[in-house]
């Protein structure tokens, strides 16, 4: 390897790809043809940095085995970064198993990181823990300590792990600052806010006030029965309940949760659950009949008991009932929780991180284009939809994930 490669490599190790693009822009090698492609994907012309890594996989010779799964890896952290979820992962699992077979081990390890971060994304946490746990990071140099623990931290969040979230960013910004690189550093801080940065509000005996993840961890260890609508269950420290397929059972628990301890109306009910604006005898049966099924799906949590005027909730365990809601309730609001990363977005990418229908999830986007919630350009499969960050709105609670205990 020139001499002009090993200095625009060690310019890309230590975050400058202008310094790397000064030294290999005009030449059309297999070698620097990869070292223009990270480069552009530094500097953000992702489109440009897949071509030139193509180009650059292709030059290789089948000899350069390990060369060629530097580039597959390079382009697979690229599908990543743009959100192209269709990216064949089994090419990125042939790409780590030809490193790790040749010893190349850092580039093996940071292979596995970009698997896990896939799984992160769509919601896949415990393939994703057990993929991290077969990785060491001790002798990775520190930038890829850094993104190894970034990942861990996000797993934590994502598990309401609040303590393991924290000491892990502890972690990767003592290897950012080591390896010195402005943009890691940044992305730490960035991970690092979501501990400090409302992600809820709670309700309860009709006040509000905001949550941190850290307090919501706690909630259901503080005795009280959760009705939680970030994630659409009903918990308490021992059980959950999980009503995200149930809509109308899930809103009659909220509103009977809000009201706590007095009851609800059943008009109230009608409206929340059915909504009618008014109420007719089948409207009154119809909720006779969901009031029974509620019953029925929570009757280790809590009792639903008729009053004069309608229906109360009344918890077996606990002590108090606390309802959890998002601190900014916007229409499909796990739609705008992958959005308000301030990635841009397909369609089709959105829908395999739902696990929902592609029109389903065009539908929502089309209601929230109309709202100025969103924006999109290009066209047909070229089309990418994003959004700028919305202060507040819960980007953790609503992404996909288990919850403890689960």
């Not at 746990?133 to 140099?141: G, I, K, R």
């Not at 919630?373 to 980007?395: E, H, L, N």
Request: include cysteine.
């Amino acid at each position: 390897m020139d001499s002009l490669i090993t200095a625009a490599a060690r310019a890309l190790a230590a975050g400058d790809p202008l310094g790397a693009l000064k030294r290999v822009a005009l030449r059309d090698d297999a070698p620097a043809l990869a070292l223009r492609g990270i480069a552009m994907a530094q500097i953000g012309d992702l489109v440009r940095a897949t071509a030139l890594l193509k180009s650059a996989a292709r030059a290789f010779g089948r000899k350069e085995a390990v060369a060629r799964a530097r580039c597959v890896v390079a382009e697979a952290e690229i599908a990543l970064v743009s959100r192209d979820l269709t990216w064949p992962a089994k090419a990125l699992d042939a790409a780590r198993a030809t490193l790790e077979a040749h010893g190349d081990r850092i580039n093996a390890a940071h292979a596995r990181n970009v698997e896990v971060r896939r799984l992160l994304l769509i919601g896949r946490l415990d393939e994703a823990e057990r993929m991290l746990a077969t990785l060491d990071a001790a002798p990775l140099p520190p930038a890829s300590r850094a993104a190894h623990e970034l990942v861990v931290a996000g797993i934590a969040i994502r598990r309401l792990q609040t303590k393991s979230a924290r000491e892990a960013l502890t972690r990767a910004r003592h290897a950012a600052s080591e390896a010195d690189i402005p943009a890691l550093m940044a992305e730490v801080e960035r991970a690092s806010r979501l501990l400090i940065t409302p992600a809820a509000r709670l309700i309860a005996r009709g006040e509000q006030r905001p949550l941190l993840l850290e307090e919501i961890e706690a909630l259901p260890a503080s005795g009280a029965l959760v009705v939680d609508a970030c994630r659409n269950i009903v918990r308490d420290a021992r059980l959950a309940v999980p009503l995200a397929t149930r809509p109308v059972l899930f809103a009659l628990a909220r509103a009977l949760g809000e009201a706590w301890p007095g009851d609800v109306p059943r008009g109230v009910l009608i409206a929340r659950a059915f909504r009618g604006k008014h109420a007719d005898e089948s409207h009154r049966a119809r909720l006779r009949v969901e009031i029974g099924r509620l019953r029925a799906e929570i009757r280790t949590l809590a009792d639903v008991k008729a009053t004069k005027r309608g229906f109360a909730l009344a918890p077996r365990r606990a002590c108090e009932i606390a309802v959890l809601v998002p601190p900014v309730e916007e229409q499909h609001p796990a739609v705008l929780a992958f959005l308000a990363d301030g990635e841009s977005w397909s369609s089709s990418a959105l829908a395999i991180a739902l696990g929902a229908s592609p029109r389903t999830v065009q539908r929502a986007l089309e209601q929230l284009a109309a709202a100025g919630k969103v924006q999109s350009y290009g066209r047909g499969r070229a089309r990418r939809w994003m959004t700028p960050p919305v202060p507040g709105f819960p980007t953790i609670l609503l992404l996909p994930g288990a919850l403890p205990g689960d």
